[in-house]
């Protein structure tokens, strides 16, 4: 089992939709949460980070459940411009080591 | 405030050849991580380094890769006799904390071996 798992994608919405994005990780010792976005052949970008009381950052909200292990991220009001791969990161115990999902691929279409 | 930097930004080496990243941190800070990205696939931690020192390497190849964060001057990820499976790209990071903190990337370093 990989260490952190996202949805496979593409995900291919119209400008305005709403999209969730999931991701699981596996080790519950895990201390730190984040979505980056990386767009084609760029570097990846910090979106935010993810806590337990949930955050939001305007069209952004970002959940963590420890119990389940599980981290989402939802999009609202799709852009153009969100088209991208969104990936999912876990900093795992001392902080140090940081494994990024494989990334869900967006394609915001007019 | 300059961010990370890397160079080159496209290396082209033929098999056999030593390859030689550089990584510029963002002023002030003092963690620097390397990772590989393989075409359509996720970046893979290699190593995470402080000055001087080599906190983590588990990610790395155990030969001809290398990795250095001297007291002075960037961080070096050394490829030594390149092979077409080592052909991706490679990016730096950089953090003013260890974990749990931000990660700014640099732009990378394509590698591509002939």
């Known amino acids: 089992r990989k260490e952190v798992e996202q949805d496979p994608g593409p995900f291919n919405v119209p400008e305005g939709a709403t999209v969730a994005f999931n991701c699981t990780y596996s080790?519950?010792?895990?201390?730190?949460f984040f979505w980056y976005r990386q767009d084609c052949r760029k570097e990846p970008k910090l979106l935010m980070s993810v806590y337990s009381s949930g955050n939001e950052d305007g069209r952004f909200t970002a959940q963590l459940n420890r119990a389940s292990q599980y981290i989402s991220l939802l999009i609202r009001d799709s852009k153009l411009s969100d088209s991208a791969t969104y990936l999912c990161?876990?900093?795992?115990?001392?902080?140090?080591?940081?494994?990024f999902g494989a990334g869900t691929r967006l394609f915001v279409k007019a | 405030n300059a961010g990370v930097m890397q160079n080159p930004r496209h290396l082209v080496r033929r098999r056999g050849q030593e390859a030689r990243l550089r990584c510029s941190p963002m002023k002030g800070h003092s963690h620097v991580y390397w990772y590989r990205q393989l075409p359509e696939e996720g970046l893979k931690f290699m190593v995470y380094?402080?000055?001087?020192?080599?906190?983590?390497e588990s990610g790395m190849p155990k030969e001809r890769f290398s990795a250095e964060f001297p007291k002075e001057g960037p961080s070096i990820l050394r490829i030594q006799q390149v092979v077409r499976g080592d052909s991706a790209a490679y990016f730096c990071?950089?953090?003013?904390?260890?974990?749990?903190?931000?990660?700014?990337f640099g732009p990378g370093t394509r590698l591509t071996v002939l």
């Open positions: 990161v876990v900093t795992n115990t001392g902080g140090f080591k940081t494994i």
């Open positions: 990071a950089s953090s003013a904390n260890r974990g749990g903190n931000e990660q700014f």
């Open positions: 080790n519950s010792a895990s201390q730190s």
């Open positions: 380094l402080q000055k001087e020192n080599i906190i983590d």
